[in-house]
């Protein structure tokens, strides 16, 4: 049998993820560029588009962000246009939900774009559930459910 010369297994190749805690630097469109929201996960890396200037399109998500970076519905992201397919592009970057809000106050988005936030639920209602105190109001039966002929 061979002995393991290496310094680890899998998990030490793949590495840690330790620029989530990082604060990156807010990135504007450029030319050629524009924000949109996912409306549609289709598979295979592609994802479906509403941009901000009203046209659907068909993106890919390219390979740097592609396993690295998880993109669902409703989030925030940068696309390419593609100069020679208009309803075609390709996703370059995804904003958090505290990018996107930063965007919005520097008019970026425009005002009616929901950003994908994290919904407590629960915290608007503290337990406004009803139930009938009254015990005595038997009106789903008779209450005699045993069928003993003794």
Known sequence: MPKNKGKGGKNRRRGKNENDADKRELVFKEDGQEYGQVTKMLGNGHIEVLCIDGVARLCHIR???????????GDIVL????????????????????????LRT?????????????????????????????????????????????
């Not at 740097?64 to 970076?69: D, I, M, P, Q």
């Not at 246009?81 to 958090?96: A, F, H, M, N």
Request: hydrophobic share 25%.
């Open 79 to 102: 696309v390419g246009l593609r100069d020679y397919q208009d309803g075609k592009g390709d996703v370059i970057l995804k904003y958090t939900a505290d990018e996107a809000r930063n």
């Open 63 to 73: 390979g740097k962000l592609r396993k690295k970076v998880w993109i669902n519905q």
């Open 106 to 150: 520097y008019k970026e988005l425009p005002d009616g774009i929901k950003i994908n936030e994290t919904q407590t639920f629960g915290e608007g209602d503290d337990g406004d559930i009803l139930f009938d105190d009254n015990p005595n109001d038997v009106s789903s039966g008779s209450g005699d459910d045993d069928d003993d002929d003794d």
